[in-house]
Structure formats: C-alpha cells, structure tokens
C-alpha cells in the first residue's frame, strides 16, 4: 500500500562548514514553527510518497510548493489513485502534453470538430496553460486565459461574440479535463470551477426597410470619406452579426444568380435551409424527381484544408425535404448543364454522383461556396448576409407563410422546436409584422386610417 508524508519546507538556506557550500535547510529551518509549536507563515506545504508503480518498481514521488495542508493531501491523494489505475505518475504531464495525447486519442467526434479542437490546443491552451503541470493546473490559471481571448476577441469584432468564443473555448477545455479526471489524472475538474458570465444567442434580425436604409447611409457616408464600396460594406456596422434577407432580397439575389452555373444550388439552399456542406454533398440518389423531395445523408466538410465527406451534423440532420415542382425543373435543367459539362471536358472529366460539382466533375469546396455566395451577393448590391442565413430566410419565410414552428423544425434538422423557436423567435416577430401589414393590404377601407 502507498504510504506518504505531508510536511512543510523552504528554500532557505545556511553554510555547510564541512563543504563550504550552502545548503538547503528544508524541514529543519527554525522559521518553519513559531515558539509555541505552531505552523508560522513561512515555506510551503509538500509531501513524499512512496509508490509502487505499476510495472512492480519502487519509487517516491515529492510535491511541493502547497498553500494548505489540505492542497497537498489533495494532490498526493490523486497520485495515489493514479499509480492504482496504472497510471505513470513519478514522472509530471504537462497540461500541453496531457491535451496533444488527448486529441491524438479522440476519436468520438466528428473530423471537423476534432480539427477546430486541434486548434484551440495550439493557438490557446498550450500558449497560456502548456508548462503548467496537469496536476497543479487552478481554476485562476484558466480564468486568466479567457479573460485574454474574450479581450482579443472583443478587440476584433465585438463584446457579444468575445463571449461566444470564451464559451466555446471553456467548452473544450472542460469536455478534456473530464476525461482527465475519467481517467484519474485529476480529481476534480478546474475548468468546471470557472465562473462565466450566461452566454445569449446572437439575435437573428431580419433587414427590415429601415435597417437597410440606415445600413447603405453608413456604407455612403464610408465612400465619401474614401473607402472602396466593398471596404464600405465590410466596416458599414450591421444591426446584428445575423441578418436575414426580405423575400424580395432572396428574390434580386436568385434573378441575380439565374445565369450562374450553380443556380440550382442556390435555389436549393434557399428554399430548404439546407447547410452549405449538405447541399456540397448531395448526391443525386439522393434526390427523388417523382417525388419532388431530397434526403439528406451526408455533407462535405473542409477539413484543414481537405474535403471529404462526412455524416451529418446530428442525428436530426438526417431528413427528407420537399423541393417542390419548380424545384425539380430547377435541378433537371442543372443536370442538363452538368451532362454538358462532361462532355466537354471529356476523358478530363471527374466522373462523380454529386448534384453540385465543379466544372471539372471534382466536388465543391465548402469554404469557397462561402466565398462564392458573399461575391454574388456584393455584385447584386444586397444587404450582406452569411451562406448560413439562407438558412434563416428560408425559415422566415416558412413561418410568414404560415408554416409551423414543427414544420420549420423538422425542415431545417433541428433535433427539437426548441432551439428552431429559439432561433427564430426575432425572426418570427419580424416576418409576423410583415405578414399582418400584408393581410391589411388586401382588406380594403372606406375612411382613410
């Protein structure tokens, strides 16, 4: 059985006569105990233990540096149970090493996810929590760390998305240190112990008449003073980082695209929500003319710079949506256009059963359909939205239409209506406005109102 001490020492130091080299005094130093017997405030709590390890060695593990008695039979205590679960303890992981062995092991996560996980580790924790020992690791370590990021982030764009990313980042670093403790390399998760502010859904808005008129004013006023219009546009302040189009904006935007070789698509996202890497990986088994309806299985994600297919986000994701006959005549005439494609192109061709490929057969990249979406939208001189609102357009105007916030949720693959609701609650009062303004519209009045 492992047997240890607790105790305290210090750095202090006297003269060896014998050597005539300075020693340190430890557990003997005078200051160490005042004269009635008790602990002074000098030096530090540590302890010695003696293990045996799991391969049948013998060997003593020694701590120090402890603030409280307590502290230490703590760690030494974590120690203990490590060594019992097989653990190597006599040699101290670092937080960086810890964190690099757990991403190289994690493997219930989807690629991308694991990616974005990578780059946390590399770019976050190892800078600001690497050298630190896994177990002397402290809530106030971590704490210093996000104020950092939500202060950097703050800096780049703004106070809402700073803490967004704090969230995200904690997130992580708790979802490790779970496994930390799973695996008894802890005893308790610091991270857990970090107190943070209640993170709020960024609102979604939609651009109503008034927010766009005020928005193209700053974006005028940019362009006098000598930005580009597309710089205007970039720094032009918008009332919300997720803006949803008007259904005469998504109208200007798909007459604005009709001749693009990727129409379809485009009219496929936005008139069924689908994300940007499911429409990347339809495939045309997938599609159902007859029917007029499309199943969702599968989605191209980009993955440090590489695409490859990927299930979908969850299991809700998974779903059958309807195209309508439009949609179908839609996506005929885009297979008519890929047919030509291929044939002029020849043996060149990359032969593929994707709805929406390059011009070459090859797939479609994610992040430049991003890309390509933004440079459309500039030339139709639209209000800026992300490829992802589609999403929230489309959803607007389901339920301007009528639709049911069940409906809308099981259209978009959300796994409850209860993040669609909350998603969509701005959303839903703007295009409510709007539906009872357009129901006056048609009920006419004698007396002038």
């Known amino acids: 059985m492992a047997r240890g001490s607790v105790y305290r020492r210090c750095g202090c130091s ?8 300075r020693k340190q005094l430890g557990r003997s130093c005078p200051k160490l105990r005042r004269a009635n017997g008790q602990w002074a ?33 703590k760690v030494m205590d974590d120690l203990r149970a490590q060594a019992a ?19 190289d092991s994690k493997h219930d996560v989807k690629a991308n996810t694991a990616a974005h996980y990578r780059r946390y580790i590399e770019k976050v924790f190892i800078p600001h929590l690497g050298g630190i020992a896994l177990a002397d690791l402290r809530a106030h370590h971590i704490t210093a760390m996000l104020q950092e990021v939500n202060s950097s982030a703050q800096n780049r764009r703004t106070s809402s998305t700073g803490n967004a990313t704090t969230q ?38 939609v651009w ?19 930005s580009t219009p597309s710089l205007a546009r970039r720094k032009a302040k918008r009332p919300s980082s ?22 379809a698509l485009f009219y496929v996202a936005a008139h069924t929500g689908m994300r940007r890497g499911e429409v990347c990986g339809l495939r045309w088994a997938d599609v159902d003319m007859d029917a007029g309806t499309i199943t969702i ?5 980009n993955v440090v710079g590489k695409v490859q297919e990927d299930s979908p986000k969850s299991s809700a994701s998974g779903r059958v949506v309807a195209i ?30 994707r709805v929406f490929v390059r011009e070459d057969g090859t797939d479609l990249d994610p992040s430049w359909l991003l890309k390509e979406f933004q440079r459309q939208a500039f030339k139709a001189d639209l209000p800026p939205v992300r490829f992802h609102d589609l999403r929230h357009a489309a959803a607007s105007l389901m339920l301007a239409s009528g639709s049911s916030m069940k409906v809308v949720s099981t259209v978009l693959g959300h796994s409850s209506t209860a993040i669609t609701s909350d998603v969509y609650t701005s959303v839903y009062d703007d295009a409510g406005a709007a539906a009872v303004d357009a129901m006056r519209a048609l009920i006419p009045r004698n007396q002038a109102r």
């Open 168 to 205: 995200r980042v904690r997130a992580v670093l708790r979802s490790a240190l779970s496994d930390a403790v799973r695996e008894g390399y802890i005893s308790t998760n610091p991270a857990a112990l970090v107190k943070m502010p209640t993170a709020t859904r960024t609102k979604a808005l």
């Open 324 to 353: 309508g006959k439009e949609g179908v005549e839609v996506l005929k005439a885009h297979r008519a256009r890929t047919n030509a494609d291929r044939l002029a192109w020849g043996p060149a061709y990359s032969h593929t059963s």
């Open 14 to 21: 006297e003269l060896d006569p014998s050597t005539g080299k």
């Open 41 to 73: 405030n000098h030096g530090a709590w540590a302890f010695t233990l003696s293990l045996t390890l799991h391969t049948g060695e013998r060997r003593q593990v020694s701590r120090s540096g402890f603030d409280t008695r307590d502290e230490a039979e």
């Open 85 to 103: 679960n097989g653990i190597r303890v006599d040699k101290r992981i670092t937080t960086g090493d810890f964190l690099t062995r757990w991403i």
């Open 297 to 301: 299985e599968r989605q191209l994600v």
């Open 242 to 263: 997720v803006m949803v189009w008007r259904g005469d904006h998504l109208g200007t935007f798909l007459d604005h695209v009709e001749q693009h070789r990727l129409y």
């Open 208 to 226: 109503t008449r008034g927010r766009e008129d005020e928005w193209r004013a700053e974006v005028q006023r940019l362009i006098n003073e000598g």
